[in-house]
């Protein structure tokens, strides 16, 4: 009783961060959380828009690359600066049934969610389980073309 006391308390005394890295490793998951801005280190993947908004709304669920990956579980989505031409962009979402939205209007420069990468067959990732971030932050490392550590 006395233990169960004590890490109640140690648990009290600990930030919301903290808690929930406290209970992670006490759980053995392999759940980290990243203390600063309360995300998670995982790796992000650059698509341009509107691509990005696409996946994040569990429309577009392959995501079509030059070459295979190992890389499984979530993953960010970092949605690109990168443009398109502006009627390749309205195609694209009218392709997706994308109507509520301009494309001017999607955020860019920013880690819009998560999705779970889940499968690839060659150049085909399958992704699935989209998280829309609340407040999408901007990477504080340097995007790059595919794969990048944002914190």
């Known amino acids: 009783m006395e233990v169960r006391r004590f890490m109640?308390?140690?648990?009290d005394l600990l930030t919301d961060v903290g808690r929930e890295h406290w209970r992670s490793?006490?759980?053995g998951w392999n759940r980290k959380v990243e203390p600063s801005r309360g995300l998670r280190p995982l790796r992000a993947l650059s698509i341009r828009q509107p691509h990005a908004e696409a996946i994040m709304r569990g429309v577009k669920k392959i995501e079509y690359r030059s070459a295979p990956t190992k890389i499984r579980g979530d993953i960010y989505i970092y949605a690109s600066m990168g443009r398109y031409s502006a009627d390749d962009e309205a195609k694209m979402l009218a392709e997706y049934g994308i109507d509520d939205v301009a494309c001017d209007d999607l955020p860019r420069g920013v880690l819009?969610?998560?999705v779970e990468l889940f499968d690839c067959d060659g150049g085909n990732w399958h992704v699935r389980n989209p998280v829309r971030l609340k407040k999408p932050p901007k990477p504080t490392k340097h995007p790059q073309p595919v794969w990048f550590n944002p914190f």
């Open 8 to 11: 109640q308390d140690m648990a």
């Open 25 to 27: 490793k006490s759980l």
């Open 112 to 114: 819009v969610g998560t």
